[in-house]
């Protein structure tokens, strides 16, 4: 273990914070330097040792869920099952498909050798990337800064955790348990606002990965820019769902149900808004109004009072969510159910919008709570073309029984990810890449992927026996290497 302790706030002290004993502050650019002078003890770790690392992150996560769901839910109400398939079954998950696969994600990788330069041997070697920052948003607020941080130890580095100031409980909480693992030049949580995050991205990290809004992602990669620091940007969006003239509707109803308003529709993958075919419209609405029923309660004061239906963050956000609403009602748009809310404890009813403007902010912005917009559509093309008006999705959902119109959606748009005929399910597989595309993310996160962003894959070429062809490439070039630069321009 390291002399100095994990250290604190550097902001204003976390109110929630019921910790007795202080430890020292030291500063940002200190703990970096103690990191970075660190790193090579760290970065020469075998697969076994960063197993065992893994292996106490995971023993200790595992016996401290109760206390993940009391700091979560101290900072925003949710379902306590949500949040603890959320915030820790799923970094369970990560964990050990992570310790399965680790070994063979270290080894170096042959690759093959083109007769153009026979007598070589290649390989690739993962190698950590050094001292690397993870910034991290509210919501979910455990699940996003361990899931990185996983693929961060396994690769081999030292890292600074910044999570979101909306959720203080959550960070305090994280600090205190990476504080029982790690030593704070190895590992180390930093809490504060952007102020504090923007005193971080002034200092040469070697990989920033940064999971929060396209616009905050902007300054990050400005920031990264500086140092030339790679980036993986985990970004958000409106992810739309397109529900066609042959999809299952209950089925559809209750993947969409419980898609959208996990969390209160505070999840990046949360489908933004339904694109249905006008002549499904009506009975998908019902079928989505007795889904939220059946989920949360038949009226509004049983629905207020679910157990299973959790909050919006914070007073603003609440308000937000609001605004968007009257916006789209004050244009025409009808409330096909929902819309009640109140304030006091930021409260917002599952909501469906139908007939909405299409310049209707709910149709422009990324919603992140429980309102639903429902937009219909009378072609396939005209579906496709709202869709790539806009910035590329983090996720696309398809809804259909029709093999060639998924073939259709697929082949005529992008997007970081999509599921037919389920929502939110990819986000499970540890073995799908997780990521956006344009607007909505750069990089992949997650299993190997995750591994390999903060990786540097090296390229290892060896001279394995000679190759007496190679020395016409040295000068004085001759009629040697004309005769070598003809064939391999024409035949290898
Ligand atoms: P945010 O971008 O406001 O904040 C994310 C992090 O950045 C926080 O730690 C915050 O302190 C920091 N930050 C804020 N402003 C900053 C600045 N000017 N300079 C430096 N750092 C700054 O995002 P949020 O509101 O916490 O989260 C919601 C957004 O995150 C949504 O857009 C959502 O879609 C997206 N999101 C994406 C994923 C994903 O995996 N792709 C997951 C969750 C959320």
Redesign the pocket.
């Known amino acids: 273990m390291s002399a100095i302790t994990n250290p604190a706030p550097q902001t204003e002290r976390n109110p929630a914070s019921t910790e007795r004993s202080v430890p020292p502050v030291i500063g940002w650019r200190e703990l970096f330097d103690r990191q970075r002078a660190h790193h090579p003890t760290v970065r020469v770790t075998t697969a076994a040792q960063r197993i065992e690392k893994l292996r106490h992150f995971h023993d200790a996560l595992l016996a401290r869920r109760a206390e993940v769901i009391e700091a979560v839910r101290a900072d925003f109400l949710r379902p306590i099952a949500e949040v603890d398939l959320a915030e820790s079954a799923i970094v369970l998950l990560e964990l050990r498909h992570t310790m399965r696969h680790l070994r063979r994600w270290m080894r170096p990788r042959r690759v093959s050798t083109p007769l153009s330069i026979m007598g070589t041997s290649s390989e690739v070697r993962a190698e950590p990337r050094g001292v690397t920052l993870i910034?991290?948003?509210?919501?979910?607020p455990v699940q996003?800064a361990f899931l990185p941080l996983v693929s961060a130890i396994a690769a081999g580095n030292c890292a600074v955790l910044?999570?979101?100031?909306?959720t203080p409980n959550s960070s305090a909480w994280m600090r205190r348990f990476l504080a029982d693992l790690f030593p704070p030049d190895e590992i180390a949580v930093a809490e504060?606002?952007?102020t504090?995050?923007?005193e971080l991205?002034k200092l040469p990290f070697d990989h920033i990965f940064?999971?929060?809004?396209?616009?905050?992602?902007k300054?990050?990669m400005r920031?990264a820019a500086e140092h030339l620091a790679s980036v993986t940007l985990?970004?958000?969006?409106k992810s739309p769902t397109i529900v066609d003239e042959t999809a299952n509707l209950d089925e559809a109803a209750t993947k969409i149900v419980w898609g959208k308003f996990t969390n209160a529709g505070?999840?990046?993958?949360a489908p933004d808004y339904v694109l249905v075919d006008e002549r499904v419209r009506e009975p998908l609405t019902a079928a989505l109004r007795k889904r939220i029923a059946e989920s949360f309660g038949d009226d509004p004061a049983r629905l207020a009072a679910s157990p299973d239906f959790g909050r919006v963050v914070n007073a603003r956000h609440h308000q937000r969510l609001r605004k968007l609403v009257d916006d789209a009602v004050g244009g025409g748009a009808i409330l096909l159910a929902g819309g009640e809310g109140e304030g006091s404890s930021n409260y917002l009813a599952p909501t469906l919008v139908g007939n909405i403007g299409r310049e209707s902010l709910l149709l422009r912005d990324?919603i992140?709570g429980p309102v639903l917009p429902i937009v219909s559509y009378h072609t396939i093309e005209e579906a496709l073309a709202f869709i790539n008006a806009r910035e590329k999705p983090?996720v696309l959902y398809i809804f259909s029984r029709s093999a060639s119109n998924v073939e259709t959606i697929l082949h005529q748009t992008s997007a970081?990810g999509t599921c037919i005929n389920e929502t939110l399910l990819h986000y499970f597989n540890a073995n799908l890449p997780?990521?956006?595309a344009g607007n909505?993310?750069v990089g992949r996160?997650h299993g190997h992927a995750g591994f390999l962003s903060f990786s540097n894959e090296r390229s290892v070429l060896r001279r394995a026996f000679p190759n007496p062809l190679v020395r016409f490439l040295y000068p004085p070039f001759g009629r040697g290497m004309q005769w070598l630069v003809n064939l391999l321009a024409k035949y290898l």
């Open positions: 910034l991290s948003p509210w919501n979910y996003l910044k999570p979101s100031e909306f504060g606002d952007a504090v995050a923007t991205l940064f999971t929060g809004s396209p616009a905050v992602g300054v990050i920031a985990e970004l958000g969006g505070q999840t990046c993958i990324e992140f983090l970081g997780f990521g956006g909505s993310g996160a």
